[in-house]
C-alpha cells in the first residue's frame, strides 16, 4: 500500500479511539463509530489484501458506498426533529438502496460506483443542510457550535461537497494515471479534514453542550 493510501485508511483511527474517551450513550454516536470502524475496514482491504483479486474493487466501492449511506443517513434521520423531514429521509433512503443494491448486481463496470455515490453524496448534502436549517431556527442556536452533532453534520457537509465533482467522474476516468492521482491527493485532504472535525465533536462532552442549551438569552 503506497503511503498515501495509509493515511486515508487511518484517518478515522482518531476520531474511532475519541469515541471511547467519553461515554457515548446517545445510538446516534454509535452510527457515526460504525462508521469510521468500517471506513478503516474497507480501506484496508481495498488498499491491501482484497486488491489483489478481480472484481475487489467492483465490490468494496458499492458495499461501501451503501453502508456509508445507511449510518450517516440513520445518524441524521436521528437528530433531524422535524417529522415531515424523517418521512422523506426513509422514503429517498429506501429508493436510494434499491437502486444500489440493484447497481451492485446488474453493473458491470469494474470500478467506481459513480452514480450511486453522487446520488448519496446528494442525499446526505440535504439532509445535513436542512438539519442545520433546523437548528438556526431554535432559541438555542447560539450554541450550536459547542455540541456534538454540529460538528459531524459539518464534517459530512465539508467532505461530501469536496469529493462529489471527483466522485462523478471517477467511474469514466478511473484508468486515468494522472486522474487516480489527482484522485486519491483531493480524497485524502477532505478525508482527512473530516476526520479531525468528527475528532472534534467526540472531544466535546454532551453533557457541557447541554448545560450551554440551557443558559437563557437576556
Known sequence: ??????????????????????????????????????????????????????????????????????????????????????????????????????DLISSRSKYFDSIATGISCILILVYSIFYLFEQIKSPNSLFLYSTPNFWIVVAFIVFFSGTFFIFIFSQNNYDNPEFKATFSIINSIFNIIKNLLIAIAFIIKPEKAAKKKTIPVL
Not at 73 to 87: D, E, H, M, P, Y
Open 1 to 102: 500500500m503506497p503511503p498515501l493510501g495509509y493515511i486515508i485508511a487511518l484517518a478515522p483511527l482518531l476520531p474511532f479511539g475519541l469515541y471511547f474517551l467519553h461515554s457515548r450513550r446517545n445510538t446516534g454516536y454509535f452510527f457515526i463509530f460504525l462508521y469510521c470502524f468500517l471506513s478503516i475496514a474497507f480501506d484496508l482491504a481495498l488498499h491491501g489484501v482484497l486488491n489483489r483479486s478481480v472484481g475487489s474493487e467492483f465490490f468494496s466501492y458499492r458495499l461501501f458506498t451503501i453502508f456509508e449511506y445507511s449510518l450517516v443517513s440513520l445518524f441524521l434521520f436521528k437528530i433531524i426533529q422535524n417529522a415531515t423531514f424523517r418521512k422523506f429521509i426513509t422514503f429517498a433512503s429506501l429508493a436510494f438502496l434499491s437502486f444500489s443494491i440493484f
